[in-house]
């Protein structure tokens, strides 16, 4: 389900979307976050801070988690 969330934030119309998308994908409990998620989480923040031009939100946000 979260990785769903994380798919859908890249290819979000808008950045707002994709910020909710990403919240949401934050949502999953801590003992559920293995590596492979740690890594999709990265690249689709990195990918939608790409995409809608937000350096600083991608660098902050991507090491929330």
Known sequence: RSLHALTRAV???GFRY???????AAAV???ERDLVW???WR?????VAQAWRKPLWGFW?????
């Open 11 to 13: 290819g979000a119309d």
């Open 18 to 24: 994709a910020r909710e998308r990403i919240h949401r």
């Open 29 to 31: 409990p801590e003992a």
């Open 38 to 40: 740690r890594r999709a």
């Open 43 to 47: 690249r689709a923040v990195d990918r």
């Open 61 to 65: 946000r991507r090491w929330v988690v």
